[in-house]
């Protein structure tokens, strides 16, 4: 019998490929999370960060959330300047594009964790929207921010920041989210902030429901603080009633797969949470989350689950649109994404997988 190996083999990197290439948005990225482990060496050094004394591959070795958290903070902590600020969006940005073919995102940067550290709000802003613009002008791939409330900070602190947000409002913001693991206090004690950031004009999302033992969360997210999305939100499965109210308000879920694999207990990708809220029928977006700092990127992220999950070329582009209509752009900039994205599918599917269409 004639040895098929070498027939299999092409139409799998095939669809390595496709996946990889097909076009993405992205609605669960932290900035700070999405620093180049070499830039932010860099910055430490120059801006005289002292960090701990340990190799590379030590500092980035964490295997649950608060130890990843640790390392979260003082990557935050390295970004001073304008020009960091810049430095670190534009290449967040290129970093996706390049990787993944990103073409739009929704970003979460952490005001109150800069402003602490002593950063000017004006800085931070005008750094980030200066990487965000440039991105946009050499990649095409716009990005709009979220604020996230520091879930460590104080509601004060958090309601401080989101007024100041509103009196020096830029277009780019277009909502609230709050992190930090849901473990480390309710989020409805920011209650108070939501319903201003919604008064004003601003969608929600939260992480919630992220580690084990945190479902009650999600009924917070849901009911008190009213949240239009979700951020995580693994540990409804098996809470039935939960399940069934996610499916009632259609609320999407953003599902980070390399956090559920390096930080969160969940290293066979084949079998995390993620699948079963698909066959449950839940509407799940893929993110990368934190890409350096969990090794990965969005492109890695479709590749890597998809094919541990055998979904095919159609889930994956499922999972493609998904996302533009989970997004929180308005109606018509969606319904222009969707039909650029399914040109460049069928493209797509036409160079890498003939005989799909
Ligand atoms: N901040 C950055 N990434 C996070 C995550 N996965 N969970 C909570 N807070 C975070
Ligand atoms: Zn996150």
């Not at 290439?21 to 910055?43: Q, Y």
Request: charged share 30%.
């Amino acid at each position: 019998m004639a040895d098929r190996s070498d027939i299999t083999k092409p139409r799998e990197d095939n669809y390595a490929e496709f996946l990889r290439r097909i076009p993405k948005v992205e609605l669960h990225v932290h900035l700070a999370g999405s620093v180049r482990p070499s830039t932010f060496f860099a910055m430490a050094q120059k801006n005289q960060l002292e960090l701990p004394d340990v190799a590379p591959e030590e500092l980035y070795g964490y295997d649950n959330l608060l130890d990843f958290l640790k390392v979260y903070n003082l990557v935050s902590r390295s970004i001073r300047t304008r020009e960091d600020f810049s430095r670190v969006t534009y290449e967040s940005m290129e970093d996706g594009v390049k990787q993944g073919n990103l073409r739009y995102r929704e970003m979460f940067f952490n005001p109150t964790a800069h402003a602490l550290e002593g950063v000017d709000y004006r800085t931070m802003m005008d750094g980030i929207l200066d990487g965000v613009r440039a991105a946009e002008v050499d990649y095409g791939a716009r990005c709009r921010l979220i604020p996230a409330i520091h879930r460590r900070h104080s509601p004060d602190i958090a309601q401080e920041m989101m007024e100041r947000l509103v009196e020096e409002y830029r277009d780019d913001i277009i909502g609230l989210g709050s992190d930090s693991g849901d473990g480390t206090g309710r989020a409805d004690q920011f209650l108070e902030t939501y319903r201003f950031a919604q008064r004003n004009g601003l969608r929600t999302t939260v992480h919630a429901a992220e580690s084990r033992n945190t479902a009650h969360n999600f009924l917070y997210a849901v009911d008190v603080l009213k949240c239009d999305r979700i951020d995580h939100g693994y540990d409804i499965v098996g809470h039935q009633t939960m399940v069934q109210r996610a499916k009632d308000d259609g609320l999407w879920f953003t599902c980070c797969p390399s956090a559920l694999a390096v930080v969160l207990g969940w290293k066979d990708r084949a079998n995390q949470p993620i699948r079963n809220m698909i066959e449950l029928g839940l509407k799940v977006t893929l993110n990368s989350d934190d890409p350096p700092m969990f090794r990965t990127d969005i492109g890695n992220e479709f590749v890597e689950t998809c094919i541990a999950m055998e979904f095919d070329d159609a889930e994956a582009e499922a999972l493609c649109l998904g996302a533009i209509d989970a997004s929180w752009l308005d109606v018509s900039e969606k319904r222009s994404m969707r039909g650029q994205f399914v040109r460049d599918i069928a493209t797509l599917r036409a160079e890498l997988l003939p005989g799909h269409s």
